[in-house]
Protein backbone atom coordinates (compact mmCIF):
# COMPACT_ATOMS: atom_id res chain seq x y z
CA UNK A 1 0.00 0.00 0.00
CA UNK A 2 1.54 3.73 -0.95
CA UNK A 3 0.38 7.10 1.35
CA UNK A 4 0.63 10.16 0.05
CA UNK A 5 0.74 13.01 2.72
CA UNK A 6 0.19 16.54 1.44
CA UNK A 7 0.67 19.80 3.45
CA UNK A 8 -1.17 22.28 1.69
CA UNK A 9 -0.63 25.97 1.25
CA UNK A 10 -3.03 29.00 2.18
CA UNK A 11 -2.96 29.99 -0.86
CA UNK A 12 -0.90 31.68 -4.14
CA UNK A 13 -1.77 34.21 -6.88
CA UNK A 14 -2.38 33.20 -10.36
CA UNK A 15 0.76 31.98 -12.41
CA UNK A 16 2.79 31.96 -9.47
CA UNK A 17 5.20 29.22 -9.70
CA UNK A 18 6.35 28.97 -5.87
CA UNK A 19 4.85 29.95 -2.37
CA UNK A 20 6.57 32.24 -0.52
CA UNK A 21 9.49 30.36 0.55
CA UNK A 22 10.24 32.76 3.59
CA UNK A 23 9.76 31.30 7.12
CA UNK A 24 8.44 27.79 6.20
CA UNK A 25 9.36 25.50 8.99
CA UNK A 26 9.17 21.94 8.87
CA UNK A 27 5.51 20.76 9.10
CA UNK A 28 4.84 18.36 12.34
CA UNK A 29 0.97 16.66 11.38
CA UNK A 30 2.51 15.05 8.48
CA UNK A 31 5.44 13.47 10.47
CA UNK A 32 3.37 12.29 13.07
CA UNK A 33 0.64 10.61 10.77
CA UNK A 34 4.04 9.30 9.15
CA UNK A 35 5.00 7.66 12.65
CA UNK A 36 1.80 6.49 13.35
CA UNK A 37 1.88 4.80 10.17
CA UNK A 38 2.48 0.69 10.05
CA UNK A 39 5.85 -0.14 8.45
CA UNK A 40 4.76 -2.31 5.49
CA UNK A 41 3.10 1.15 3.88
CA UNK A 42 5.24 2.94 1.81
CA UNK A 43 4.95 6.63 2.63
CA UNK A 44 5.19 9.73 0.43
CA UNK A 45 5.36 13.44 1.38
CA UNK A 46 5.00 16.87 -0.49
CA UNK A 47 4.84 20.38 1.05
CA UNK A 48 2.34 22.03 -1.47
CA UNK A 49 4.55 25.31 -0.29
CA UNK A 50 7.87 24.36 -1.35
CA UNK A 51 7.17 22.28 -4.65
CA UNK A 52 4.34 21.17 -7.14
CA UNK A 53 2.19 17.90 -6.30
CA UNK A 54 2.32 15.13 -8.80
CA UNK A 55 -1.19 14.60 -9.15
CA UNK A 56 -0.82 11.45 -11.27
CA UNK A 57 1.78 9.57 -9.34
CA UNK A 58 0.14 6.12 -8.48
CA UNK A 59 -1.02 6.09 -4.52
CA UNK A 60 -3.57 4.21 -2.53
CA UNK A 61 -4.58 6.91 -0.34
CA UNK A 62 -4.18 10.58 0.76
CA UNK A 63 -3.90 12.49 3.36
CA UNK A 64 -4.24 16.13 4.27
CA UNK A 65 -4.17 17.67 7.74
CA UNK A 66 -5.67 20.88 7.18
CA UNK A 67 -6.08 24.51 9.13
CA UNK A 68 -8.85 27.08 8.88
CA UNK A 69 -6.93 28.96 6.43
CA UNK A 70 -5.61 25.89 4.08
CA UNK A 71 -8.85 24.72 3.52
CA UNK A 72 -9.76 26.28 0.30
CA UNK A 73 -6.60 24.60 -1.31
CA UNK A 74 -6.85 20.92 0.74
CA UNK A 75 -10.17 20.98 -1.09
CA UNK A 76 -8.45 21.53 -4.46
CA UNK A 77 -5.80 18.92 -3.74
CA UNK A 78 -9.03 16.60 -3.06
CA UNK A 79 -10.51 17.30 -5.83
CA UNK A 80 -7.75 16.39 -8.11
CA UNK A 81 -6.99 13.32 -6.51
CA UNK A 82 -10.44 11.85 -5.93
CA UNK A 83 -11.21 12.85 -9.57
CA UNK A 84 -8.16 10.25 -10.22
CA UNK A 85 -9.83 7.72 -8.30
CA UNK A 86 -7.57 7.88 -5.20
CA UNK A 87 -9.46 8.29 -1.76
CA UNK A 88 -8.98 11.42 0.50
CA UNK A 89 -8.91 11.11 4.02
CA UNK A 90 -8.46 14.71 6.22
CA UNK A 91 -7.98 15.53 9.55
CA UNK A 92 -6.65 18.33 11.84
CA UNK A 93 -7.86 21.48 13.72
CA UNK A 94 -10.06 22.36 10.36
CA UNK A 95 -11.74 18.91 9.85
CA UNK A 96 -12.43 18.58 13.59
CA UNK A 97 -13.82 21.76 13.70
CA UNK A 98 -16.27 21.94 10.61
CA UNK A 99 -16.40 17.89 9.77
CA UNK A 100 -19.43 18.03 7.75
CA UNK A 101 -18.02 20.79 5.53
CA UNK A 102 -14.64 18.90 5.34
CA UNK A 103 -16.33 15.40 4.68
CA UNK A 104 -18.10 17.10 1.69
CA UNK A 105 -14.64 17.03 -0.42
CA UNK A 106 -12.91 13.92 1.45
CA UNK A 107 -14.06 10.05 1.61
CA UNK A 108 -13.28 10.21 5.19
CA UNK A 109 -12.71 12.81 8.14
CA UNK A 110 -10.72 12.10 11.02
CA UNK A 111 -12.32 13.98 14.28
CA UNK A 112 -9.30 14.96 16.90
CA UNK A 113 -5.93 13.23 17.03
CA UNK A 114 -4.81 10.63 15.02
CA UNK A 115 -3.49 8.50 17.87
CA UNK A 116 -5.46 5.94 18.72
CA UNK A 117 -7.07 6.47 15.38
CA UNK A 118 -5.05 6.13 12.76
CA UNK A 119 -4.47 2.24 12.58
CA UNK A 120 -8.05 1.43 11.94
CA UNK A 121 -7.93 4.70 9.15
CA UNK A 122 -5.40 2.31 7.44
CA UNK A 123 -6.38 -0.90 8.11
CA UNK A 124 -9.96 0.10 6.29
CA UNK A 125 -8.16 1.57 3.38
CA UNK A 126 -6.27 -1.76 2.66
CA UNK A 127 -9.43 -2.85 2.58
CA UNK A 128 -11.58 -0.41 0.56
CA UNK A 129 -13.88 -0.05 3.57
CA UNK A 130 -13.17 3.85 4.85
CA UNK A 131 -15.75 5.17 6.91
CA UNK A 132 -17.53 8.90 6.82
CA UNK A 133 -16.45 9.58 10.39
CA UNK A 134 -13.20 8.16 12.63
CA UNK A 135 -13.98 9.49 16.01
CA UNK A 136 -12.82 8.57 19.73
CA UNK A 137 -14.33 9.19 22.83
CA UNK A 138 -11.46 10.18 24.82
CA UNK A 139 -8.22 12.31 24.40
CA UNK A 140 -5.61 9.41 23.28
CA UNK A 141 -2.74 8.79 25.57
CA UNK A 142 0.20 10.98 23.70
CA UNK A 143 2.94 7.97 24.64
CA UNK A 144 1.40 6.52 21.52
CA UNK A 145 2.92 9.52 19.42
CA UNK A 146 6.14 9.08 17.36
CA UNK A 147 7.10 11.28 14.66
CA UNK A 148 8.81 10.34 11.60
CA UNK A 149 10.99 13.25 9.86
CA UNK A 150 12.51 11.28 7.02
CA UNK A 151 9.88 12.73 5.20
CA UNK A 152 11.49 15.72 4.78
CA UNK A 153 14.98 14.64 3.25
CA UNK A 154 15.94 16.91 0.51
CA UNK A 155 13.59 19.10 1.07
CA UNK A 156 14.42 23.18 2.38
CA UNK A 157 13.04 24.29 5.80
CA UNK A 158 14.30 27.19 8.28
CA UNK A 159 16.88 25.03 10.45
CA UNK A 160 14.74 24.81 13.25
CA UNK A 161 13.19 21.28 15.16
CA UNK A 162 9.42 21.17 16.18
CA UNK A 163 8.58 19.39 18.90
CA UNK A 164 5.70 18.70 20.69
CA UNK A 165 5.55 18.69 24.73
CA UNK A 166 2.16 18.33 25.31
CA UNK A 167 -1.28 19.51 23.31
CA UNK A 168 -4.07 21.92 24.26
CA UNK A 169 -4.71 24.92 26.75
CA UNK A 170 -6.70 24.87 29.86
CA UNK A 171 -7.77 28.30 29.11
CA UNK A 172 -11.37 29.78 27.17
CA UNK A 173 -9.67 32.61 24.87
CA UNK A 174 -13.41 33.42 23.12
CA UNK A 175 -11.26 33.45 20.09
CA UNK A 176 -9.06 30.56 20.50
CA UNK A 177 -9.92 27.36 17.64
CA UNK A 178 -7.18 25.41 20.28
CA UNK A 179 -9.71 25.59 23.27
CA UNK A 180 -12.53 24.51 20.90
CA UNK A 181 -10.48 21.68 19.43
CA UNK A 182 -9.55 20.38 22.80
CA UNK A 183 -12.17 21.41 24.61
CA UNK A 184 -9.89 23.33 27.22
CA UNK A 185 -7.64 20.50 27.86
CA UNK A 186 -3.63 19.62 27.95
CA UNK A 187 -2.29 16.02 27.52
CA UNK A 188 1.24 15.90 27.83
CA UNK A 189 3.40 13.46 26.17
CA UNK A 190 5.98 11.31 28.90
CA UNK A 191 9.39 13.38 29.62
CA UNK A 192 11.59 10.53 28.27
CA UNK A 193 9.78 10.41 25.02
CA UNK A 194 10.63 14.05 24.72
CA UNK A 195 13.92 13.73 25.74
CA UNK A 196 14.67 10.44 23.64
CA UNK A 197 13.26 13.07 20.86
CA UNK A 198 15.45 15.73 21.13
CA UNK A 199 18.33 13.50 21.30
CA UNK A 200 17.83 11.85 18.43
CA UNK A 201 18.09 15.14 16.28
CA UNK A 202 20.77 16.71 18.21
CA UNK A 203 22.76 13.63 16.22
CA UNK A 204 21.86 15.26 13.19
CA UNK A 205 23.22 18.59 14.04
CA UNK A 206 20.06 19.87 15.14
CA UNK A 207 20.21 22.55 18.44
CA UNK A 208 17.84 24.83 17.80
CA UNK A 209 14.02 23.32 18.91
CA UNK A 210 10.29 25.19 19.00
CA UNK A 211 7.93 24.05 21.13
CA UNK A 212 5.13 24.22 19.05
CA UNK A 213 2.47 23.36 22.60
CA UNK A 214 0.01 25.85 22.43
CA UNK A 215 0.63 27.00 25.89
CA UNK A 216 3.69 25.19 27.97
CA UNK A 217 2.42 26.75 31.66
CA UNK A 218 -0.62 24.54 31.05
CA UNK A 219 0.16 21.73 33.90
CA UNK A 220 3.24 23.47 35.66
CA UNK A 221 4.38 20.41 37.64
CA UNK A 222 4.75 18.20 34.31
CA UNK A 223 6.38 21.16 32.65
CA UNK A 224 8.62 21.92 35.19
CA UNK A 225 9.93 18.11 35.27
CA UNK A 226 10.83 18.59 31.18
CA UNK A 227 12.50 21.85 31.99
CA UNK A 228 14.55 19.91 34.85
CA UNK A 229 16.13 17.37 32.24
CA UNK A 230 16.28 19.81 29.64
CA UNK A 231 18.94 21.69 31.33
CA UNK A 232 21.13 18.66 30.94
CA UNK A 233 21.05 18.55 27.03
CA UNK A 234 22.60 21.87 26.20
CA UNK A 235 19.55 22.79 23.68
CA UNK A 236 18.54 26.35 22.56
CA UNK A 237 14.59 26.47 22.52
CA UNK A 238 11.61 28.86 22.11
CA UNK A 239 7.73 27.99 22.39
CA UNK A 240 4.32 29.71 23.18
CA UNK A 241 3.03 30.78 26.76
CA UNK A 242 0.22 32.27 28.67
CA UNK A 243 1.30 35.50 30.46
CA UNK A 244 0.91 33.58 34.17
CA UNK A 245 3.95 31.99 33.47
CA UNK A 246 6.15 34.88 34.92
CA UNK A 247 4.87 35.49 38.17
CA UNK A 248 6.16 31.56 38.74
CA UNK A 249 9.56 32.20 39.87
CA UNK A 250 10.94 29.02 39.96
CA UNK A 251 9.20 27.94 36.45
CA UNK A 252 11.06 31.00 34.88
CA UNK A 253 14.88 29.78 36.56
CA UNK A 254 14.09 26.34 35.34
CA UNK A 255 13.13 27.56 31.26
CA UNK A 256 15.77 30.16 31.78
CA UNK A 257 18.82 27.23 32.76
CA UNK A 258 17.54 24.48 30.16
CA UNK A 259 18.42 26.90 27.00
CA UNK A 260 15.07 28.91 26.42
CA UNK A 261 15.43 31.59 24.32
CA UNK A 262 12.10 33.76 24.33
CA UNK A 263 8.43 33.31 24.36
CA UNK A 264 5.73 34.15 22.06
CA UNK A 265 2.81 35.58 24.61
CA UNK A 266 -0.54 36.49 23.64
CA UNK A 267 -0.68 40.30 25.22
CA UNK A 268 -3.57 40.94 22.65
CA UNK A 269 -4.73 44.10 24.26
CA UNK A 270 -3.85 46.14 26.74
CA UNK A 271 -7.52 47.30 27.67
CA UNK A 272 -9.30 45.72 30.76
CA UNK A 273 -12.66 45.72 29.02
CA UNK A 274 -11.56 43.92 26.15
CA UNK A 275 -9.76 41.40 27.93
CA UNK A 276 -12.79 40.49 29.91
CA UNK A 277 -14.54 40.21 26.49
CA UNK A 278 -11.98 38.08 25.25
CA UNK A 279 -12.09 35.85 28.37
CA UNK A 280 -8.25 36.68 28.96
CA UNK A 281 -8.45 38.80 32.25
CA UNK A 282 -6.06 36.22 33.59
CA UNK A 283 -3.50 38.94 31.69
CA UNK A 284 -3.77 41.23 34.21
CA UNK A 285 -2.95 38.77 37.27
CA UNK A 286 0.39 39.14 40.14
CA UNK A 287 0.12 42.64 39.54
CA UNK A 288 -0.43 42.94 35.78
CA UNK A 289 2.29 43.41 32.48
CA UNK A 290 4.67 45.53 34.11
CA UNK A 291 5.22 42.94 36.66
CA UNK A 292 5.11 40.01 34.54
CA UNK A 293 8.05 42.05 31.66
CA UNK A 294 10.31 42.68 35.20
CA UNK A 295 10.17 39.46 35.72
CA UNK A 296 10.93 37.95 32.34
CA UNK A 297 13.30 40.33 31.33
CA UNK A 298 15.19 38.95 34.75
CA UNK A 299 15.52 36.12 33.44
CA UNK A 300 16.62 37.61 30.02
CA UNK A 301 13.94 35.91 28.34
CA UNK A 302 13.01 37.78 24.89
CA UNK A 303 9.70 38.12 23.66
CA UNK A 304 7.64 37.59 20.77
CA UNK A 305 4.54 39.82 21.49
CA UNK A 306 1.26 39.71 19.38
CA UNK A 307 -1.69 41.97 20.02
CA UNK A 308 -5.19 41.63 18.42
CA UNK A 309 -7.57 44.42 17.21
CA UNK A 310 -11.51 44.43 15.75
CA UNK A 311 -12.54 44.35 19.51
CA UNK A 312 -15.82 46.24 20.28
CA UNK A 313 -13.72 48.82 22.33
CA UNK A 314 -10.99 49.13 20.02
CA UNK A 315 -10.20 52.67 17.77
CA UNK A 316 -7.43 54.14 16.09
CA UNK A 317 -5.81 55.18 19.42
CA UNK A 318 -5.65 51.76 20.62
CA UNK A 319 -3.13 50.80 18.22
CA UNK A 320 -1.03 53.86 19.18
CA UNK A 321 -1.46 52.63 22.51
CA UNK A 322 -0.32 49.20 21.71
CA UNK A 323 2.48 50.38 19.03
CA UNK A 324 4.12 52.98 22.31
CA UNK A 325 3.96 50.23 24.37
CA UNK A 326 5.52 47.40 22.36
CA UNK A 327 8.62 49.97 22.02
CA UNK A 328 9.36 50.87 25.27
CA UNK A 329 9.58 47.44 26.26
CA UNK A 330 11.60 46.64 23.18
CA UNK A 331 10.05 43.17 22.79
CA UNK A 332 12.37 41.14 20.65
CA UNK A 333 9.38 40.41 18.01
CA UNK A 334 5.81 41.70 17.71
CA UNK A 335 2.68 41.03 16.10
CA UNK A 336 -0.15 43.66 15.46
CA UNK A 337 -2.81 41.29 14.11
CA UNK A 338 -6.35 41.90 13.00
CA UNK A 339 -9.42 39.69 14.94
CA UNK A 340 -10.28 36.87 13.39
CA UNK A 341 -13.31 34.61 14.00
CA UNK A 342 -12.65 30.84 13.07
CA UNK A 343 -15.66 28.37 12.96
CA UNK A 344 -16.15 26.82 16.24
CA UNK A 345 -15.14 28.96 18.39
CA UNK A 346 -17.02 31.34 20.71
CA UNK A 347 -16.04 34.06 18.94
CA UNK A 348 -17.85 33.36 15.32
CA UNK A 349 -20.84 32.10 17.48
CA UNK A 350 -20.83 35.45 18.83
CA UNK A 351 -20.47 37.22 15.86
CA UNK A 352 -23.12 35.00 13.68
CA UNK A 353 -25.48 36.02 16.40
CA UNK A 354 -25.19 39.32 16.18
CA UNK A 355 -25.32 39.60 12.30
CA UNK A 356 -21.45 41.06 12.09
CA UNK A 357 -19.78 37.88 9.43
CA UNK A 358 -19.03 39.97 6.14
CA UNK A 359 -18.86 36.24 4.29
CA UNK A 360 -20.84 32.96 4.65
CA UNK A 361 -17.65 30.52 5.33
CA UNK A 362 -15.32 33.67 4.59
CA UNK A 363 -12.19 30.80 4.00
CA UNK A 364 -13.83 29.70 1.01
CA UNK A 365 -15.63 32.82 -0.11
CA UNK A 366 -13.68 33.82 -3.27
CA UNK A 367 -14.12 37.90 -2.20
CA UNK A 368 -12.31 37.10 0.77
CA UNK A 369 -8.50 37.29 0.28
CA UNK A 370 -5.56 36.81 3.24
CA UNK A 371 -5.73 39.78 5.56
CA UNK A 372 -9.06 41.33 4.94
CA UNK A 373 -11.15 41.20 7.60
CA UNK A 374 -14.35 38.80 7.87
CA UNK A 375 -16.61 40.86 9.62
CA UNK A 376 -17.93 44.39 10.82
CA UNK A 377 -16.27 45.96 14.23
CA UNK A 378 -17.90 48.09 16.13
CA UNK A 379 -15.77 51.26 16.30
CA UNK A 380 -13.68 50.98 12.78
CA UNK A 381 -14.23 50.17 9.53
CA UNK A 382 -13.26 46.92 8.65
CA UNK A 383 -10.55 48.36 5.90
CA UNK A 384 -9.56 50.82 7.73
CA UNK A 385 -8.46 48.66 10.31
CA UNK A 386 -7.00 46.46 8.37
CA UNK A 387 -4.85 49.34 7.49
CA UNK A 388 -4.15 50.11 11.01
CA UNK A 389 -2.54 46.90 11.36
CA UNK A 390 -0.49 46.68 8.37
CA UNK A 391 0.90 50.23 9.22
CA UNK A 392 1.25 49.48 12.78
CA UNK A 393 3.36 46.68 11.96
CA UNK A 394 5.37 48.85 9.24
CA UNK A 395 6.14 51.15 12.33
CA UNK A 396 7.54 48.74 14.37
CA UNK A 397 10.10 46.81 12.03
CA UNK A 398 11.37 50.27 10.90
CA UNK A 399 15.21 50.43 10.65
CA UNK A 400 14.96 52.72 13.15
CA UNK A 401 13.03 50.99 14.95
CA UNK A 402 14.73 47.24 14.33
CA UNK A 403 17.94 49.55 15.24
CA UNK A 404 16.66 50.89 18.60
CA UNK A 405 15.57 47.15 20.25
CA UNK A 406 19.08 45.78 19.20
CA UNK A 407 20.41 48.36 21.50
CA UNK A 408 18.40 46.68 24.29
CA UNK A 409 20.57 44.20 26.33
CA UNK A 410 18.15 41.33 26.79
CA UNK A 411 17.66 41.10 22.78
CA UNK A 412 21.69 40.93 22.74
CA UNK A 413 22.30 39.18 25.66
CA UNK A 414 23.63 35.93 24.43
CA UNK A 415 25.48 35.61 21.06
CA UNK A 416 23.29 33.13 19.02
CA UNK A 417 20.37 35.38 19.62
CA UNK A 418 21.68 38.81 18.77
CA UNK A 419 23.37 37.46 15.41
CA UNK A 420 19.91 36.29 14.48
CA UNK A 421 18.03 39.19 15.75
CA UNK A 422 18.96 41.09 12.55
CA UNK A 423 17.85 38.60 10.62
CA UNK A 424 14.41 37.71 11.99
CA UNK A 425 13.58 41.14 12.05
CA UNK A 426 14.19 42.22 8.39
CA UNK A 427 12.74 38.95 7.17
CA UNK A 428 9.03 40.44 9.60
CA UNK A 429 10.11 43.80 7.61
CA UNK A 430 9.94 42.55 4.84
CA UNK A 431 6.15 40.12 5.29
CA UNK A 432 4.86 43.41 7.02
CA UNK A 433 2.67 43.52 3.40
CA UNK A 434 4.13 40.68 1.31
CA UNK A 435 0.52 38.59 1.59
CA UNK A 436 -2.16 41.34 1.58
CA UNK A 437 -4.85 40.24 -0.40
CA UNK A 438 -3.23 36.89 -1.47
CA UNK A 439 -5.87 34.16 -2.01
CA UNK A 440 -7.23 31.50 -0.06
CA UNK A 441 -6.26 28.25 -2.48
CA UNK A 442 -4.92 28.34 -6.04
CA UNK A 443 -5.96 31.08 -7.74
CA UNK A 444 -4.76 29.73 -11.06
CA UNK A 445 -6.22 26.37 -10.31
CA UNK A 446 -8.96 25.43 -13.05
CA UNK A 447 -10.78 22.91 -11.67
CA UNK A 448 -13.79 22.98 -9.93
CA UNK A 449 -14.46 21.79 -6.12
CA UNK A 450 -15.24 17.92 -6.55
CA UNK A 451 -18.04 16.70 -3.86
CA UNK A 452 -18.71 13.47 -2.25
CA UNK A 453 -21.61 12.31 -3.67
CA UNK A 454 -23.44 9.22 -2.33
Not at 18 to 42: F, H, K, N
Not at 100 to 105: C, T
Request: proline share 5%.
Amino acid sequence: MKLTLIHPCVGRWAGDKQYIRSWQMEPLAPASLAGLTPADVDVTFYDDRLEQIPFDEPTDLVAISIETYTAHRAYQIASEYRRRGVPVVMGGFHATLCPDEASMYADAVVIGEAEGQWDAVIDDARHGTLQRFYRQANRPDLALTRVDRSIFAGKRYVPVTLIEAGRGCHFRCEFCAVQSYFDATQVRRPVDDILREIRATKKKGRGFYFFVDDNITSNFEEAKELYRELRKLDIRWVSQASINAAHDEEFLDLIARSGCQGLLIGFESLDRKTLRMMKKKFNTMGGGYEVALRNLRRHHIRLYTTFVFGYDFDTAETFETALEFANEHRFYMAAFNHLTPFPGTPLYERLEQEGRLLYDKWWLDPRYAYNKLPFRPKLLDPDELQRLCVETRARFYSWSNILRRFADPVNRSTFFMARNYPLINLMMRQEVRQRDDMPLGDEGWSGKLLPVTG
